[in-house]
C-alpha cells in the first residue's frame, strides 16, 4: 500500500502565518470552544461577519470575532435561538439600544425557560407514575404498554 503525502500548491502553505491578533478559522474555534463547521453556519446564517482572505485564500479572524463568537456560544449555552442571538445582537449594535430592551428579550426568555421545565416536571411526574405501576416484573401484561397505548 502507498502513502499519500499532502501536497501544497505555489504560493500556500498548511499552516497560515500568525499576524497578531488574527486567527485562522481553526484557532477561532480553538480560542472560543466553537467547531470550524459551526463558524462557518454562524458567516452563512450572518451572525458572524464573513472576513477576509489571506493571500493563500485563507480566512483571517480579529479578535471582535473572538469576542462575537463567545457572546453567540455563551447565548447558545443559556439556551436562546439564534434568531434570539441575532436579536441581542441587533439591540447591542444600535445606536439607540437600552438595557430595558435586552432585559425584556432576556425576560421573554426565560419564560420560555420555565414553561419548558414545567413541561419536563409533568413529563417526569408522569413517568414516575407509570413505573410505580409496573409492579409484577414477570407479568405478561406491562402496565406501562397499556397506559401508552390508552
Known amino acids: 500500500m502507498h502513502t499519500i503525502n499532502p501536497v501544497v ?4 502553505s498548511t499552516d497560515m502565518p500568525k499576524i497578531p491578533g488574527t486567527y485562522s478559522r481553526g ?7 466553537v467547531k470550524s463547521e459551526t463558524i462557518r453556519y454562524y458567516e452563512k446564517s450572518g451572525l458572524l ?3 477576509a482572505r489571506s ?12 469576542k462575537r463568537l463567545q457572546f453567540i456560544r455563551r447565548c447558545r449555552e443559556l439556551g436562546f435561538s439564534l434568531g434570539e442571538i441575532e436579536g441581542l445582537l441587533e439591540l447591542d449594535s444600535g445606536e439607540n ?5 435586552v432585559r425584556h428579550a432576556t425576560e421573554v426568555h426565560l419564560r420560555d425557560v420555565q414553561e ?14 407509570l413505573i410505580s405501576q409496573c409492579d409484577d416484573l414477570s407479568s405478561p401484561t406491562c402496565p406501562i404498554i397499556e397506559a401508552l397505548s390508552e
Not at 116 to 129: F, G, N, P, Q, W
Open 27 to 33: 484557532q477561532l474555534a480553538e480560542v472560543t470552544g
Open 49 to 51: 461577519a464573513v472576513t
Open 9 to 12: 500548491t505555489t504560493g500556500s
Open 55 to 66: 493571500a493563500g485564500g485563507h480566512r483571517i479572524y480579529s479578535e471582535g470575532h473572538v
Open 97 to 101: 439600544k437600552t438595557c430595558e430592551q
Open 116 to 129: 419548558k421545565i414545567s413541561d419536563l416536571k409533568k413529563m417526569e411526574d408522569t413517568l414516575v407514575e
